[in-house]
C-alpha cells in the first residue's frame, strides 16, 4: 500500500497536537485525507500553540485535555484506527526540579492510556514518540539502538519507561505499537520562547531579537538535527507499516554539526535574512554541565533498511525555511516583553 493511500478516511489521534510535532504531523494527515483529532492540554510551559494549525483548523478536531485524565482519554481513543502519541514533558531541566510531574506525563499517564486501548480499542496502532536522550553519553558514534541506555536524567527515564510500556503491550497483549528515538527535531511552530524543548528554538529567537546565540562551552560538542518534514514522514511509514510493530527505531542524521558552526551557519543565514546577529562561547551553568552528553548522533541505517526512510532537509535549507517562519510569525509564538 503507497504511504498516501495508509490513512485515507481513517480516524487518527495525535497527543500534543497543538505541539511541534503533532501540528506538522497533523498538517500531512489531513493532506492524506485522514479525520484527525487533536488532544493537547494547552499548559503554557508544554509548548502547545493553537497558531501551529491555523491554516487547517476548520479540517480537524482539537480537543484541549490532559492525557493525564484516564475517563477523556478513554473515551477520545475509542474508534480510532491510529494514535501518534507525541504528548510529553519535554523539559530536561523541569524534569530534575519538578520529577513528579515528569513522572506523571511521561510514565503514568503512557500506561493509562494503553490500558485504554487495551480495553476499549485493541486494534489501534500507536506511534510513541521517544528520545535519543536515553542513550546519555555515548560510548560510541553513530549511536545505534544496541548502544546501552543510560539516562542522564529524570525526563530520560520516565520517556524510557513510557517507551517500554508500549513494547510490553505490543508483545504482551498485541496493541501494534513501536516507538521511534527523535534526534534534535526543529522547523516551524517549534518552541522558541525558551529552551524548554530545544536550544535550537531559543537560538532563532535570540538572532530575530538582534541578541547573540549563547554557546556553552568550546562549542565543538558534535550533534545531528532532524527537520520536522523528514520527522513526520518517519513517523507516518512507522504508523503505516506492521513491520514496525514492537520495534525501536533511532532518527538521525548523515550531516553532524558542531554547535559553534551552527552557529555559524544561523548567523549567515540571518544576514541573507536581513537579521543580523552574531555569536558567543560562554561557560557551562552548572546545572545544564551536569545533564550535557557531550558528542552524539546517531546511526538510523536501521529504519533506512526496514522501512525506507532517510531524511531529505539538510541543515542549511531547514534552517533558512525555520528562520524565515519564525520571522514572519513570531509574534504568535512570543511577546518582545517577555
Not at 36 to 49: A, E, M
Not at 304 to 325: F, N, S, V
Amino acid at each position: 500500500m503507497m504511504l498516501s493511500e495508509s490513512y485515507l478516511k481513517k480516524r487518527v489521534l495525535i497527543t500534543g497536537g497543538l505541539g511541534f510535532i503533532g501540528s506538522n504531523l497533523a498538517r500531512a494527515l489531513v493532506a492524506q485525507g485522514a479525520e484527525v483529532t487533536l488532544v493537547d492540554s494547552l499548559i503554557p510551559q508544554y509548548g502547545g500553540n493553537p497558531f501551529n494549525i491555523d491554516d487547517i483548523r476548520d479540517k480537524l478536531t482539537v480537543n484541549v485535555c490532559d492525557v493525564r485524565d484516564p475517563f477523556a482519554m478513554a473515551y477520545l481513543l475509542q474508534g480510532k484506527d491510529f494514535l501518534f502519541n507525541l504528548a510529553g514533558q519535554t523539559s530536561h531541566l523541569d524534569s530534575m526540579s519538578d520529577p513528579q510531574t515528569d513522572l506523571d506525563i511521561n510514565a503514568a499517564a503512557q500506561l493509562a492510556i494503553l490500558e485504554a486501548c487495551r480495553k476499549s480499542n485493541p486494534g489501534i496502532k500507536i506511534v510513541f514518540a521517544s528520545t535519543r536522550q536515553l542513550y546519555g553519553k555515548p560510548d560510541y558514534l553513530p549511536v545505534d539502538e544496541k548502544h546501552p541506555i543510560r539516562p542522564v536524567d529524570v525526563n530520560g527515564i520516565n520517556k524510557l519507561a513510557g517507551e517500554w510500556y508500549h513494547l510490553l503491550y505490543n508483545n504482551v497483549y498485541g496493541i501494534r505499537a513501536c516507538a521511534l528515538r527523535l534526534t534534535n527535531t526543529y522547523g516551524p511552530g517549534m518552541r522558541v520562547k525558551d529552551a524548554r524543548q530545544t536550544f535550537l528554538g531559543i537560538w532563532v529567537r535570540l538572532l530575530i531579537e538582534g541578541k547573540p546565540i549563547r554557546v556553552f562551552g568550546d562549542g565543538l560538542q558534535l550533534r545531528d538535527f532532524n527537520y520536522v518534514d523528514d520527522c513526520v514522514e518517519a513517523l507516518l511509514l512507522a504508523g503505516a507499516s506492521d513491520d514496525a510493530n514492537g520495534k525501536i527505531y533511532n532518527l538521525g542524521s548523515s550531516e553532524v554539526v558542531g554547535l559553534k558552526a551552527l552557529a555559524e551557519m544561523m548567523v549567515e543565514l540571518g544576514n541573507e535574512l536581513k537579521i543580523g546577529g552574531g555569536y558567543e562561547l560562554i561557560p557551562f551553568p552548572p546545572e545544564r554541565k551536569a545533564i550535557d552528553i557531550g558528542d552524539y548522533y546517531s546511526d538510523f541505517s536501521l529504519i533506512t533498511h526496514e522501512l525506507g526512510w532517510q531524511p531529505k532537509i539538510d541543515l542549511r535549507e531547514g534552517l533558512q525555511r525555520t528562520m524565515a517562519y519564525y520571522q514572519a510569525n513570531h509574534m504568535h509564538y512570543w511577546n518582545n516583553d517577555q
